[in-house]
């Protein structure tokens, strides 16, 4: 099984802040990672996919990057609708593995 | 716009079988090369794979619940299920079904609202 981890696993930050979390899978995954931003109550949403493609509607404020086995997720600038849970996901050898998510609160 | 809606039980005694179906709206279930997928969330945790059932009909199970879980096609219906057997009180949880993006396998871009599921004599 690959294993996905995330750092941090909450950071506190303002509005106007740069904001960078990190997803380490267990293995090799080429570029078979997705981001997802999850509100409280709500179902996940896609944010990046492949890495680094930003899904259709998604702000550019909000970037990916990486291979292999790191990856990075950013938000240039942090608005007050960014205050929400972090997911990293991966794709590869026909599993499917979540990271244990970031949370984004008020600081 | 393909929409998805889950239905089942929001109680289920443990021991028990849990049997979820999502409703795909707004476009065939049939048509097109998609992974349709259930995810769930223990409250206050994180998001858990269950599965995929690809192209209507070749299922793919997380390996920590294969022995439990079943993902089936309902095409007539336009319905995808959820079966979880012997269910106990961890298997409390929101269940979501998705279908993932028409350009990139497994990134899921259409979720449902999620029911919860509880399982509790």
């Known amino acids: 099984d690959i294993q996905m981890t995330q750092s941090p696993s909450s950071l506190s930050a303002s509005v106007g802040d740069r904001v960078t979390i990190t997803c380490q899978a267990s293995?090799?995954?080429?570029?078979?990672l997705n981001w997802y931003q999850q509100k409280p109550g709500k179902a996940p949403k896609l944010l990046i996919y492949?890495?680094?493609n930003l899904q259709t509607g998604v702000p550019s404020r909000f970037s990916g990057s990486g291979s292999g086995t790191d990856f990075t997720f950013t938000i240039s600038s942090l608005q007050p609708e960014d205050f929400a849970t972090y997911y990293c996901?991966?794709?590869?050898?026909?599993?499917?593995?979540f990271g244990p998510g970031t949370t984004v609160d008020i600081k | 716009q393909v929409q998805l809606q889950e239905s089942g039980p929001g109680l289920v005694k443990p021991s028990q079988t849990l049997s979820l179906t999502c409703t795909v709206s707004?476009?065939?279930?049939?048509?097109?090369?998609?992974?349709w997928s259930w995810i769930r969330q223990p409250p206050g945790k994180g998001l858990e794979w269950i599965g995929y059932?690809?192209?209507?009909?070749?299922?793919y199970y997380s390996p920590s619940l294969k022995s439990r879980v079943t993902i089936s096609v309902d095409t007539s219906e336009n319905q995808f299920s959820l079966k979880l057997t012997s269910v106990t009180a961890a298997d409390t949880a929101m269940y979501y079904c998705?279908?993932?993006?028409?350009?990139?396998?497994?990134?899921?871009?259409?979720w449902g609202q999620g029911t919860m599921v509880t399982v509790s004599s």
């Open positions: 998705t279908r993932d993006h028409p350009e990139v396998t497994n990134a899921y871009d259409i």
């Open positions: 707004g476009g065939s279930i049939s048509s097109g090369n998609y992974y």
């Open positions: 059932i690809y192209d209507t009909g070749n299922p």
């Open positions: 293995q090799d995954i080429s570029n078979f």
């Open positions: 492949d890495a680094s």
């Open positions: 996901q991966q794709y590869d050898n026909l599993e499917v593995t």
